[in-house]
């Protein structure tokens, strides 16, 4: 297997894609990135079957316009991991700031914890790609607003930790939100969202992402695959057609 290991220890984040992109050219397998702290754009546009292995805090848009690689965070992310990304894994072994998967167009992404606000904003797909976001922790306000298709999987028990942001599935207009736990209080839905129980079809689409979830974070399959699941989905493919003048 040809493995190159980086030490990006004070690294500028511009030397550094540089050199991934030339492991990935010369054909590694796998990419082992060494302290990082807070460089941005790590494995931007890089295509291809790599993995890559990153050690610390990446920066902002890890993975961004990715096709292909898997990404594999052991430490937190800042903001939007997994923005605009065609295809891949991006694995986070802690939590990720803000607007996580903005505009996803294809792939995962799987967090081990938490996220910041917007998460999953403007997810899209097209064809055969549909983006999923899987979350084990928290979430903040605007969970996937203007979505506009995949998926997005919250593990965290509503039961336990009743969900008290709001605008959840504002402007949605494609896609679908599954959580785990009880039907929200409706103040927390977003303009354009509904809610209802998850259906069988919704349940077997659900399961071996959490069986994958499971298997990257050491988590309980069988209590995440038999609790109750709710989805938020869109109630029009124009939630805010009113709020134009049409001629």
Known sequence: MHRVTIDASGMHYTPLNRRIREAVASGAETIEIMNVMGQRFIADGVRGD?????????????????SGPSCIVFGNCDHAPGNTMDSGRIIIHGSAGDAVAHSMRGGQVFVRDSIGYRGGIHMKQYR????????GGEFRSFLGEYMAGGLILALRDNRRYPVRERGIGSGIHGGRIIMRGDLLNERCLGVGACQK?????????????????SSHFDADPDTLATDPYIEITPTSSRPFASKYTWE
């Open 50 to 66: 790599v993995t890559i292995i990153i050690h610390g805090v990446p920066g902002g848009d890890l993975g961004m316009f990715m």
């Open 128 to 135: 055969d790609k549909c983006p999923i976001l899987v979350i």
């Open 197 to 213: 129980p998850l259906s069988e079809e919704g349940y077997r689409m659900i399961v071996p992402l959490i069986e994958e979830f």
